[in-house]
């Protein structure tokens, strides 16, 4: 179903009284010869999009966001460098409405296994400044509007180290 899915702007205009959903996800990043690459994983259906889910009873925010990173990608060694946005739409079937909180994470490890058996690809990287579309537009959005904020929060935390 995802496949031939096209998400247009339909997907973040609430207009429906349904359910609420909170999600937390991150924007994980390694740096490779002066260049940031950005992690994506494969979700269900075989789109790419970045690591996220719903946030379990008990959970932070920023907990749930390293457990799903780890759950679709394999990526366990990260190191938190802030909350980098918030997006809102409806979810796959528009039966519930979905804010998501993304972290943005400095990982030096390039491949992973992930917990999640649904995610069987693992993660795929792609070079900061030709980021492609994802199945989720408000995803590639993020990344693309906090490319700066990304290379400044990166350059920082390598100045710290």
Not at 35 to 52: D, F, M, R, S
Not at 130 to 153: G, N
């Amino acid at each position: 179903m995802a496949e031939a899915l096209k998400i247009d702007e339909s997907w973040y205009h609430r207009v429906t009284p349904v359910k609420d959903r909170t999600s937390a996800g991150g924007v994980v990043v390694r740096l490779e010869r002066e260049k940031i690459y950005v992690a994506v994983a494969q979700e269900v259906g075989g789109q790419w999009a970045l690591p996220k889910g719903g946030v379990e009873r008990g959970e932070s925010l920023l907990q749930a966001a390293i457990r799903e990173v780890g759950e679709e990608t394999g990526l366990m060694e990260v190191v938190s460098l802030g909350k980098l946005g918030v997006k809102e739409r409806y979810g796959l079937k528009k039966g519930i409405w979905i804010t998501q909180h993304f972290f943005l994470f400095f990982t030096k490890q390039l491949t992973g296994t992930p917990t999640d058996p649904r995610h069987t690809q693992g993660v795929r990287w792609f070079e900061l400044s030709q980021f492609p579309d994802l199945f989720w537009p408000e995803q590639t959005a993020l990344v693309r509007e906090s490319a700066q904020t990304i290379r400044e929060r990166v350059k920082n935390h390598l100045s710290r180290r």
